[in-house]
């Protein structure tokens, strides 16, 4: 076979090209490097979090400096040999509740050191979490999650110090920390550079309102259940077309509240 003759001019186009995609590449770096976000947890059971916030996405995320994540114990914020967080309601109310002082010294230290967009408290009553939110969520610089305990926190810190509420649904967990957990995970695989595949984020169910397609991988056929034909084709545009299909499909089907 002829080897094909690659001319100067040809050779010289093609350095070209190749540098310019690398200082797109290294420009794309830098500017996801410039968002950083740093989330701040409060809680009174730190263990809680201990592995949620560390493998996976969001410990790549951490490694690529595109996020710092800082979990504060309440109870070092108490006061007295026994370092009370909570207390009885008054009123009589059965159940415990987290006492005022150490989070208010705990938010009043981290205020006087950086400011931040928001002060989320979490709460079965908050706002109902959804991926606008997390977008939102996603282009702040500093935020912290305030994780409640036992029957919440007393309510004076909502009134003075909490900017938003959020929920992550009409259940209650025994505490906000599983909260902080989803929220935290869904806001920082938004962040430009925590996945390895950008479009991927885009892709997510939610994303533009809808489900997303069925996805596959090999074997095509495995025991008779076979792959559809239209994802083997190679025919990308084709290959989209039947994504977008599925994608209002199956949100018609599981989730019409979405096309409203
Ligand atoms: N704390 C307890 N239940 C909660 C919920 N559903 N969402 C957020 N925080 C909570």
Not at 122 to 137: C, K, M, R, S, V
Request: proline share 3%.
């Amino acid at each position: 076979m002829a080897r094909a003759i690659i001319s100067v001019e040809d050779k010289k186009k093609r350095v070209a090209k190749s540098a310019a995609k690398k200082k797109n590449a290294s420009a794309r770096k830098s500017a996801a490097k410039k968002h950083h976000l740093r989330i701040d947890i409060l809680t009174a059971v730190p263990e809680l979090l201990n592995s949620p916030l560390n493998f996976s996405i969001v410990e790549r995320a951490k490694k690529k400096g595109l996020v710092r994540i800082f979990i504060h114990n309440i109870r070092d914020y108490a006061k007295g040999k026994y370092k009370k967080v909570d207390d009885y309601s008054y009123g009589g109310e059965a159940g415990m509740v987290m006492m005022i002082e150490p989070i208010y010294t705990l938010i009043t230290k981290l205020k006087k050191q950086r400011k931040y967009d928001e002060i989320i408290y979490l709460t079965p009553d908050g706002e109902i979490f959804n991926q606008q939110i997390a977008n939102q969520l996603s282009l702040k610089k500093n935020i912290i999650l305030l994780c409640g305990h036992y029957k919440g926190i007393d309510h004076r810190i909502r009134e003075h110090l909490i900017t938003m509420e959020i929920s992550i649904g009409d259940y209650v967990l025994s505490g906000g920390e599983i909260a902080a957990a989803a929220i935290s995970d869904t806001i920082i695989r938004l962040l430009p550079g925590a996945l390895s595949d950008e479009t991927s984020a885009l892709s997510d169910s939610f994303q533009d309102n809808l489900l997303s397609a069925p996805i596959y991988t090999r074997p095509a056929d495995f025991k008779g259940w076979k792959v559809p034909e239209i994802l083997l084709s190679g025919n990308h545009d084709k290959i989209a077309q039947w994504n977008d299909e599925q994608s209002l499909a199956r949100t018609k089907k599981l989730r019409p509240d979405l096309l409203k």
